[in-house]
């Protein structure tokens, strides 16, 4: 599973803080995700990151071309994961233990599919966001 392509001082600051998934604290789909998500007991040990709390990370990683508006980021075991990749890999790590985790394994467990199929999350996301009143995360401009 190869990772982002990533400049070796974004892997150093990344790799001091070891495995992590950075999200939008405020999006309610990233955070019921996460909750849901039986990493812990699948026995990977990850920080869940607020996007919100960490905007040196947001910045590094949007100077990446990452933007988290875009897509959750996964550091995990020295690669970085970017939108529907992390999706997969994700569920390729939490297993199949409970119905929800179960149905997520299947659609997500195919690379292609993940893909395919985030774009539309995430454009349920920002609807979503506009309806609750939420704003998207200041973001500095990649470059």
């Known amino acids: 599973m190869p990772g982002v392509g990533e400049s070796s001082q974004m892997a150093q600051g990344n790799q ?3 495995d992590f998934l950075l999200y939008d604290g405020e999006c309610p789909f990233c955070s019921a995700y996460v909750r849901m998500q039986r990493l812990r007991a699948a026995g990977v040990r990850l920080a869940l990151l607020d996007a919100r709390d960490e905007p040196e990370l947001v910045a590094r990683f949007a100077r990446e071309g990452m933007d988290v508006n875009e897509g959750m980021i996964l550091r995990f075991r020295g690669a970085t994961y970017f939108g529907g990749d992390v999706m997969h ?12 985790n179960r149905a997520t394994s299947l659609l997500f467990a195919n690379r292609t599919v993940a893909r395919a199929l985030y774009p539309f999350l995430r454009a349920g996301r920002n609807a979503t966001l506009r309806l609750l009143g939420r704003r998207k995360l200041d973001v500095p401009a990649a470059g």
């Open 16 to 18: 001091e803080r070891g």
């Open 89 to 100: 890999v994700i569920s390729l790590l939490s297993g199949p233990a409970g119905p929800i």
